[in-house]
């Protein structure tokens, strides 16, 4: 069985999860792996500079109440975030662990995904700038690059924004256009993404905004030539597995906890 351990030297630890995979954990390790993770994510996303004000949310379901999920709290820099600053919010939108408040628009998204996708660990939501732009578009992402092709037929868009998202009705249509895919287009809105792992969808995340900003500066330039059916159906089965986005995230994890270790505690 693999051993966890905990980052102290940038991929000491790669080539383990590489050849094994994730090791086998308690729930309350699991737990403490999940929420590690999420605080990294935070201020992995405060350096891409998917941080806007009071908008963004990740969630990672909790493994022990699969009903409850923890969040960033509303009004905390993506940057500043810890591990002991996230919150633990249940179905009914009550903060159950955790000295702060929720974003009723993460609650509203993001329980009706945890809700819908037994299968979702994570979700991952932000306005970032180049998924705000494409989503205004109104179309899918085009399977330009190798990288985009990750999210070939396997992403969705939702095309009725109608404001703010507050209600959970609202939360609940996303999930509906969200089904079984990895991500989703939120037209006028962003990009959301989901994965098994926060691993997943925090690089699905990363990714898809990188993507989103390619196709926009392709599409400035001339006229894209899209990647043949065949061969981006093909990529996507290469590039755009569950393991792809944990062993894309670990680089990341690694450097993130090695310059901002605080982010730990």
Known sequence: MNQISTP???????????????????????????????????????????????????????????????????????????????????????????????????????SAIHAARPDVVAAAHTHSTHGKAWSTLGRFLDPLTQDSCEFFESHALFDEFTGVVLEQAEGRR??????????????????????????????RFISMDNVARAQLLAEAAGTPQLIPYDVAKLTATQVGSERGGILNFHPLWDKITAEEPDLLS
């Open 174 to 203: 996303i999930a509906d256009a969200l089904g079984q895919n990895k991500a989703a287009i939120l037209k006028n809105h962003g990009l959301l993404t989901v994965g098994h792992t926060v691993e997943a969808a925090a690089w």
């Open 8 to 110: 102290s030297r940038p991929g000491e630890d790669f080539l383990d999860l590489l050849r094994n995979g994730p090791p086998v954990r308690t729930p309350e390790e699991e737990q403490l792996h999940r929420k590690r993770r999420l605080a990294a994510t935070f201020r992995l996303f405060a350096r891409y500079g998917f941080d806007q004000g009071l908008a963004g949310h990740v969630t990672a379901r909790d493994p022990i109440r699969p009903d409850h999920f923890w969040v960033n709290p509303l009004g905390f820099h993506f940057s500043r975030i810890r591990v002991s600053d996230l919150i633990l919010v249940n179905e009914e939108g009550e903060v159950v662990e955790g000295g702060h408040a929720v974003n009723r628009a993460a609650f509203a998204i993001h």
